[in-house]
């Protein structure tokens, strides 16, 4: 069974600085990422993916996967307190036909204003 | 483009009663998944199908969970009886299925939260 950890937090920031969220994962093989962003008492929404190895940009977010070391991250730069909420890092599991999406535990961000 | 509609939004029951979810994905998407999120940590998949076809159930506690999803569309989860553990967040969510499940993640509905008490 892959598995895909994180840190539990909360990681606090004040407003303003970068926030650094970091998962590791156990499969070499896997391939792709997600970034998950879960406000509390709501569902996870989708912010980010990558593929590569290397950074992608999206907006304030960044994502960056090394697959030689086994972990992906992702920085949040001028966080705000609309940031606080929790990040889970997921991986694609591949099995016959379809794919499912393996989750970490979710770290727990507190921006401070 | 609507998004995954789950209903009822909370549910509190008394342990050993029984509960049904349900769940209707976005319109096109074969694939549909049935997590469970316990306060604190990560969803975790306990089904999930392919068209109308289980193709994961492995993490599905069959003794008392059961689901369905009829002409591949509309899906329900029961469980019957209920313990207090099961008390968390039922998630439904879709996917294009196939690659594309793989490249676009999928988009979640808005959860039933399961009390147990």
């Known amino acids: 069974q892959k598995e895909v950890e994180q840190n539990s937090g909360p990681l606090s920031v004040p407003e303003g600085a970068i926030a650094s969220l970091n998962c590791t994962y156990s499969d070499r093989g896997s391939q792709s990422f997600f970034w998950y962003r879960q406000y509390s008492g709501k569902s996870p929404e989708l912010i980010m993916f990558?593929?590569?190895?290397g950074d992608k940009e999206d907006g304030r977010f960044t994502a960056q996967l090394n697959k030689a070391s086994q972990y992906v991250s992702l920085l949040i730069r001028d966080s705000q307190p609309s940031d606080s909420a929790t990040y889970l890092c997921?991986?694609?599991?591949?099995?016959?036909?379809?794919?499912?999406?393996?989750f970490g535990s979710g770290t727990r961000l507190l921006v401070r204003p | 483009e609507a998004g995954v509609a789950q209903s009822p939004r909370y549910k509190i029951i008394e342990k050993r009663q029984s509960v049904a979810f349900w769940c209707n994905p976005i319109s096109g998407h074969a694939t549909l998944y049935w997590y469970q999120q316990i306060l604190g940590q990560g969803p975790k998949l306990l089904i999930q199908?392919?068209?109308?076809?289980?193709?994961?159930d492995s993490q599905l506690p069959k003794d008392r969970f059961s689901a369905e999803r009829l002409k591949g569309v509309d899906s329900t989860l029961k469980i019957q009886p209920a313990k207090l553990e099961d008390s968390a967040v039922y998630l439904c969510?879709?996917?294009?299925?196939?690659?594309?499940?793989?490249?676009?993640?999928?988009?979640f509905g808005s959860g039933t939260r399961l009390t147990v008490v």
């Open positions: 990558i593929y590569s190895n």
């Open positions: 997921a991986s694609p599991s591949k099995g016959d036909s379809s794919y499912k999406l393996i």
């Open positions: 199908f392919q068209n109308n076809g289980v193709v994961d």
């Open positions: 969510a879709s996917s294009l299925g196939g690659a594309g499940g793989s490249i676009y993640g999928y988009t």
